[in-house]
Structure formats: C-alpha cells, structure tokens
C-alpha cells in the first residue's frame, strides 16, 4: 500500500536528521519495496546511503524534476572534498536548471555555492545577486552575499544585506 510507503518515507527523513542513519535506511528501504521507482524515496536513500549512484539512478528516473536537481546539487557539493569532478558536475546540472527554471532564486543560490567553492567570488556574487533579484526576500541568498562583501571587507554593501533581512525579514 502506497500510504504506508509514504510513512516509511517520512520516517526515514525523520531519522536521518536525528542522525539515526540505520532506522533511517531500514525505513527507506521499506517505502521502496512497496514502489522501487519512487524518485523521491531513491534520493532520500542516496542520502542516507552516501552512494553517488543512488543519486544519479534518481536523477535518470527524473531528469526534469526541481527538487531531485536540487537534492542532487546538494550532494555533488556537498561531496566536492571527496570527488573535485563533483563540482563540475553540479555545475553543468545547475546551468542546464537555468536554462530549464530561469525564475528559481534557489538555483542561483546553488550555483553561487559552486562558484565560491571554485574560487570564483565575482561569478558568485553574480548569481546571488540575480537569486536577490527574483526573490528580493530570499534570506539565504542576502545572507551569503552580506558574508562575501563582509570578507572582502566591503562593510558597505555586506551591511546593506544584514540590514535588509533584520528590517524586512526577520
């Protein structure tokens, strides 16, 4: 029964956040006997299992779904220290998500993320700028890029970011 696969889902997120990675896997290998196909449980497993290509067979099974790019991006980065061919991975993932979601400020974050990452401070500045510019609530982009004006000690423009979110988000 797929609502039962459903709990065992939820179960698993749960427990991975609470650092359970065995309860976490056990669930998540339940909700994917019930639907073996299942994207969003295939990602929830590559992220409690660690196994690049648990993530990329979700992505085969997916390769137009948002939220799988963007759990996917999240690993490859997120992975960079193990594997440096992971960062351009999800580099050419993220400018493909552009081109498909021009008007996702998170996509941009995600590529700002990438730029840092590569040393790239200007192309991320970029990026976070144009996340701003579409979502001009968008907290975690205005926070990065306060901290990147912060480090290259341009108080100005890092404390115009800080200011904006403690006025008109928080």
């Known amino acids: ?10 179960q698993s997120r749960n427990f991975n956040k609470l650092g359970k990675t065995g309860e976490s896997y056990d669930a998540i ?3 994917l006997v019930t639907s073996p196909n299942e994207p969003v449980y295939i990602l929830q497993l590559s992220l409690v299992d660690g196994k690049p290509e648990t993530i990329l067979k979700a992505f085969k099974i997916t390769p137009l779904n948002q939220n799988a790019r963007k759990l996917i991006i ?14 351009t991975s999800a580099e050419n993932i993220l400018k493909e998500s552009i ?3 021009p008007n996702d400020p998170k996509v941009y ?3 700002a993320i990438v730029k840092i990452k590569q040393n790239s401070v200007d192309e991320a ?13 968008y907290k975690e982009g205005r926070f990065l890029l306060g901290s990147i004006y912060k480090d290259l000690k341009n108080s ?3 404390k115009l970011q800080f200011e904006y979110i403690l006025k008109n988000i928080d």
């Open 29 to 31: 290998n339940k909700a």
């Open 1 to 10: 029964t797929y609502w039962k696969a459903d709990i065992n889902y939820n």
């Open 109 to 111: 974050y995600q590529m």
């Open 156 to 158: 100005e423009k890092a």
């Open 125 to 137: 500045i970029g990026s976070l700028e144009k996340s701003i510019e579409l979502k001009s609530n």
């Open 99 to 101: 081109d498909l979601f």
């Open 74 to 87: 999240n690993f490859l980065v997120n992975n960079s220290d193990k594997n440096p061919d992971y960062l």
